[in-house]
């Protein structure tokens, strides 16, 4: 086993103060007041489904991803309906866009259309495959408002081509574009390898399950164990293992709980590995 990276020995409380970046800080703030690193993805195609699992899972989570052009009634009234709650119940909003076009165009699909992600989404993602400027557009957007952005740097499904150097690359990117806007990347690893002093990403882990370990569409899941303690990841990333649950509004909130419980548990071992 090689060493592991330093950022993984020091808690989530003690990374605060190594980012500028306002929604970077708040998600650190989060994971540590509420004892959380799960994030739950709420992949349904009504607002009413998702303002739904969203108030069952909203203490057990630090985030919330969305989907949003899968909702089939999404409007703007829906977005504030869903700020509010993340204010309420703290945690931040994770739109997975995933823009992958040249920067003037991703900066219209960010804060313009249908739905105005920039407005109420505190971070989203981005695909390094169309170079730096991607982030120059979205940072025009974004930064002022105060958002974050990740890049993708690997993803969890089967043959993905997002490894070796193209993550390399990614990692390189993010590095010159600098920490104001780019806060981390959507990884299966620790890909901010050889980081400087003081120099802080988060790490945030989709492909998440404690029962199925994929799907027949290529999603292949690892355990919360796997990915904090094993991986050294900050962040968990769960969908239909939570809001998927058979059982009714009890059951989602509880297995919303056990995943919470399994992630911290695993971020407290990690620490003890000092
Ligand atoms: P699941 O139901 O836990 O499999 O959902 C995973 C979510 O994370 C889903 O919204 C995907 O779009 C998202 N995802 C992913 O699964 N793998 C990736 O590499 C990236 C995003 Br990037």
């Not at 998440?208 to 994929?214: D, E, M, T, Y």
Request: aromatic share 6%; with cysteine; proline share 3%.
């Amino acid at each position: 086993m090689s060493a592991p990276h330093p950022t993984t020995l020091k808690p989530y409380s003690a990374r605060i103060e190594l980012h500028a970046n306002p929604t970077a800080r708040r998600i650190l703030e989060i994971m540590d007041r509420k004892k959380t690193n799960l994030a739950v993805s709420v992949d349904v195609t009504t607002t009413a489904e998702a303002l739904e699992v969203v108030r069952r899972v909203g203490a057990s989570v630090c985030m919330v991803k969305t989907h949003c052009d899968i909702i089939e009634d999404f409007t703007l009234d829906f977005a504030n309906e869903l700020v509010k709650l993340s204010k309420q119940l703290d945690f931040v909003i994770f739109e997975d866009r995933k823009f992958a076009d040249i920067g003037n165009t991703v900066s219209l699909q960010y804060s313009a259309g249908h739905h105005r992600i920039a407005s109420w989404s505190d971070l989203t993602n981005a695909h390094s495959v169309p170079g730096p400027g991607i982030i120059a557009g979205l940072s025009s957007v974004g930064l002022p408002l105060g958002r974050g952005l990740l890049l993708l740097a690997e993803m969890s499904s089967k043959g993905s081509l997002a490894v070796g150097s193209y993550t390399e690359q990614t990692m390189k990117m993010a590095r010159g574009a600098g920490r104001d806007f780019v806060i981390g990347f959507i990884a299966q690893n620790r890909v901010d390898t050889n980081s400087g002093e003081g120099e802080d990403w988060l790490i945030m882990s989709p492909g998440v399950g404690l029962v199925s370990i994929g799907d027949k569409l290529g999603q292949q899941y690892r355990t919360p164990r796997e990915v904090v303690y094993d991986s050294g990841a900050d962040i968990i990333i769960v969908g239909r293992g939570i809001y998927g649950i058979q059982g009714g509004e009890q059951a989602v909130k509880d297995e919303a709980e056990r995943y919470r419980t399994e992630g911290w548990k695993a971020y407290e071992e990690r620490l003890g590995r000092k």
